[in-house]
């Protein structure tokens, strides 16, 4: 604890994206608690309204509260990114790891589905994916899992590789552990650096692409408050009205910015040699 402590003193870049981070959580969680307006109650007598000590960021053409549209959007986007790193996670460390331990025909078959599902750019995977499951909030969290979960997929099968060559991995194979005992204890728990590191870098993707997919039509459906459709909503009044946009846009990128910090700097405190300099 000590250790990281210092680590976290020394490496700037990750106190601004963790305490940011932390911030922008705890104004998503409290929202009810500090905003008394409704992020789909519609009040056109105060349609694009400038932002004010009433309201903050403004309000949409419709007369909504932007600020409370950001913070309560921010649920779902964030719970969206959580829940499709799980779900890639989970899948693709398990075939991952499956992949690089079993080796042979198991290995070949798994990474040849992987390699073909990374041939495509993840993005334009997960707007294929999207619109042929349906707009819906629940299509594109899945879409994006599925786009995600080759690079886990890669990650862990070559930790696998690495951790499976190892004197106390053999030694548990010649005792006649279970192969599930082996993967779990030995090969997954001594490969996780890595794989946190890429599950970090990910979270900020998986918002990304969501916020996109929602952007496009595929996601969030209307009045339901979420960032990406927030901006293409509100992307009509941009030369006029630019908050309407701009806030959501911007939260966004702090957001994702924040992930990334974070993915970087768990990416130093996983590598010995990087880390001892930062000591």
Known sequence: MTMLLIFLRKNTLAMVGGLTLLAVLLAILFA?????????????????????????????????????????????????????????????????????????????????????????????????????????LNNAMLAVAITLAPQFARVARSQALAVSVKPYVEAAVSLGLPTRRILWRYI??????????????????????????????????PPLAEWGADVSANLQYMRGSPWVALSPGMAILLTVLCFNLIGDSLADWFNPRRRSELD
């Open 188 to 221: 997954f728990a001594n490969g996780l650096g890595p794989l946190l590191v890429q599950a970090s870098l990910s979270l900020g993707s998986a918002i990304l692409q969501t916020a996109s997919l929602g952007f496009l039509g595929l996601g969030a459906q």
């Open 32 to 136: 009810p608690m500090m905003i008394t307006y409704s992020p789909t109650r519609i009040n056109v007598l105060h349609k694009l309204a400038a932002p004010s000590w009433e309201h903050w960021l403004g309000t949409d053409a419709f007369g909504r509260d932007v600020l409370t549209r950001v913070l309560y959007g921010g649920r779902y986007t964030l719970a969206i990114g959580i829940g499709v790193v799980a779900i890639a996670f989970t899948v693709g460390v398990f075939f991952g790891t499956l992949a690089g331990f079993a080796g042979g025909v198991v290995d070949m078959l798994i990474m040849r589905v992987v390699d073909a599902m990374l041939s495509f750019p993840a993005l334009v995977l997960a707007i294929a994916l999207a619109a042929a499951f349906g707009p819906s």
